[in-house]
C-alpha cells in the first residue's frame, strides 16, 4: 500500500490544518494509521494513531487536545490541527503498521511528507 499525505502549508499560530493520507489501495481493519513529524537535524517524532478497526485513537502529549485523527472511507486518514504553534513546524507523514505502537520503526508503510510551517 502507498500512501499520498497532502494538505500542509503555511499557517499563522492559532490557526488550524488539515492534513489528508490517501491509501493506494483498501486499509485493511488490522491496521493501525500512525501520524509522525520530522524537524530537520531531529529524530522523527510519533504525534498520533488510529486502529482502523475501532477508530480508536492515541495521542503525544504535545499535541493533546489540540490534534485529532480521524478515518474517511476505507482509504483515507486525516490529522486535523488546531491551535498551531511555531514548534508544530515540522514535515508530517502518515504511516501504516499492523501494530498499536508509537515507534516509527513498527510502521512498514510511509507516505512522502507534507510541509507544515507555523509562523509566530
Avoid: H
Avoid at 37 to 60: H, L, M, N
Amino acid at each position: 500500500v502507498q500512501l499520498q499525505a497532502s494538505g500542509g502549508g503555511l499557517v499563522q499560530a492559532g490557526g488550524s490544518l488539515r492534513l489528508s493520507c490517501v491509501a493506494s489501495g483498501r486499509i485493511y481493519s488490522s491496521a493501525v494509521m500512525g501520524w509522525f513529524r520530522q524537524v530537520p537535524g531531529k529524530e522523527r517524532e510519533f504525534v498520533g494513531r488510529i486502529r482502523w478497526s475501532t477508530g480508536r485513537t492515541d495521542y503525544a502529549d504535545s499535541v493533546k487536545g489540540r490534534f485529532a485523527i480521524s478515518k474517511a472511507g476505507a482509504d483515507t486518514v486525516y490529522l486535523q490541527m488546531n491551535n498551531l504553534k511555531s514548534e508544530d513546524t515540522a514535515v508530517y507523514y502518515c504511516a501504516r503498521s499492523t501494530q498499536w505502537s508509537s515507534y516509527d520503526g513498527d510502521f512498514a508503510s510511509w507516505g512522502q511528507g507534507t510541509l507544515v510551517t507555523v509562523s509566530s
